[in-house]
């Protein structure tokens, strides 16, 4: 079964500064990889997703994501971060078999960022 | 514009107090998920469905009822709510059941049962 792990559930990170949001998964097949953004009472809003062949993904608002098979990781970056990127930030792995698109999802992490 | 709508977006009930919470998506899909969101733990899926008249359990499917009679609706039922179903729930919809299609989420329903 496909689990998935954000080990930190808080970052707070000063304004223009650079971010890092780390992920790692746990899978016995292929998986395609999300990265969802909550901003306060709202929904989630895909941010970036990779599904195959170039290992860097860019996403909306800056943020870019790097899958590394190896260390079965999908960490999110961002060089400069805004106020505006205040939020619940979530990783979701789901697996390339046909059938229930399920998404399992990691625990979160609140990116606080700070002026 | 393409949306998946819920309601209520807030609902404060007691216990044993049957409830529906509602999601419509305009989008055509044929898949569509229920999750519960509590601090912690991330999102868990309770119920999905594949298409009209399919649907099976997710991971906390326990206290809860779903049907799927149209496309664009997906009823979560509570029959008998209980204090431990407090929690936010979305609705999400995607193109198929296949893995690579990101789902498209609503704005949540928080659901508080006294």
């Known amino acids: ?115 | 514009e393409a949306q998946v709508t819920q309601n209520p977006r807030y609902l404060i009930t007691v216990t044993g107090k049957k409830l529906t919470v509602t999601c419509s998506q305009n989008m055509n899909h044929e898949y569509m998920s229920w999750y519960r969101q509590d601090p912690g733990l991330g999102l868990r899926q309770i119920y999905y469905s594949m298409n009209v008249e399919v649907t099976d359990k997710g991971d906390v499917p326990e206290g809860y009822k779903v049907s799927r009679k149209e496309k664009r609706n997906f009823p979560l039922i509570l029959e008998s709510p209980s204090p431990n179903q407090t929690s936010l729930y979305f609705c999400a919809s995607s193109l198929s059941g296949q893995g690579y299609q990101p789902q498209h989420f609503g704005d949540g329903t928080r659901l508080s049962i006294l």
């Not at chain 1, 969802?36 to 009472?41: K, W």
């Not at chain 1, 990779?50 to 943020?63: A, D, E």
């Not at chain 1, 971060?81 to 930030?89: G, K, L």
Request: charged content about 15%; hydrophobic content about 35%.
């Open chain 1, 1 to 115: 079964a496909q689990s998935v792990t954000q080990l930190d559930s808080q970052v707070p990170v000063f304004e223009e500064a650079p971010v890092e949001l780390r992920c790692n998964y746990s899978s016995s097949v292929s998986v395609y990889l999300f990265w969802y953004v909550q901003y306060p009472n709202q929904g989630l809003q895909l941010l970036l997703k990779y599904l195959s062949g170039s290992t860097l993904v860019k996403g909306i608002n800056g943020f870019e994501a790097e899958f590394n098979k190896s260390q079965t990781s999908f960490h999110l970056r961002k060089p400069s971060v805004h106020i505006s990127d205040t939020a619940e930030y979530f990783c979701a792995v789901s697996e390339s078999n046909f059938g229930n698109e399920k998404l399992t999802f990691g625990t979160g992490t609140r990116l606080t960022i700070i002026p």
